[in-house]
């Protein structure tokens, strides 16, 4: 397994992945890109250029976890804000997904301090979106302790926990 991430000398981050890690990496961030799809606006050409968009809030959990109300208490300015925001958003999360599909691969992966900050943008999308298909609760540590590895949830578990151990490693490298 990876030892984590480091820091280089020229403000970047270094880690070696082996070739089953690069692979669920790219699985992972590839099906969280699939979800993301480009946000949505209006025919109108000044709607289109300023990327405004809809104002529905999504009806898939991880899509609501992705892109969470901003007014928990009032729908119009949540809508009103969704609506602006969003298509934004999408793509900001959609190119972020990109930087680390093109930079993840097999051996020594060495990342500037901006592709190291849209791989820590990623690796926490692709990690909220696996947190709200498992049900993930701050108790996870304890149920991954006490969970036998025959059980049909191990592996998915294991996956969480190993991303959350590469985010960290990620933050104490770039800080």
């Given at each position: 397994?990876s030892t ?12 070696t ?12 961030v ?84 901006e ?14 979106a ?22 049909p ?10 991303l ?8 104490r490298?770039?800080w």
């Open positions: 397994m984590g991430f480091t820091s280089s000398r020229d403000g970047g981050v270094t880690i992945l082996d070739a089953g890690e690069a692979s669920i990496l790219r699985s992972l590839s099906q969280v890109l699939d979800l993301v799809e480009p946000g949505a606006t209006g025919d109108d050409p000044l709607e289109r250029a300023l990327g405004i968009g809809t104002a529905e809030q999504p009806s898939d959990p991880v899509l609501a976890r992705l892109f969470p109300s901003a007014y928990a208490d009032d729908d119009e300015a949540a809508a009103e804000f969704r609506r602006y925001t969003e298509a934004t958003l999408r793509e900001g999360k959609r190119a972020d997904a990109e930087t680390l599909l093109e930079t993840a691969g097999q051996g020594r992966v060495q990342l500037t301090a592709q190291a900050l849209a791989w820590l943008r990623a690796l926490n999308d692709v990690r909220l696996l947190g709200v298909r498992l049900e993930v609760t701050e108790e996870i540590h304890d149920e991954l302790a006490d969970m036998p590895e025959d059980d949830r191990y592996p998915a578990y294991v996956t969480y926990d190993w959350t151990y590469l985010q960290d490693t990620l933050v490298a770039l």
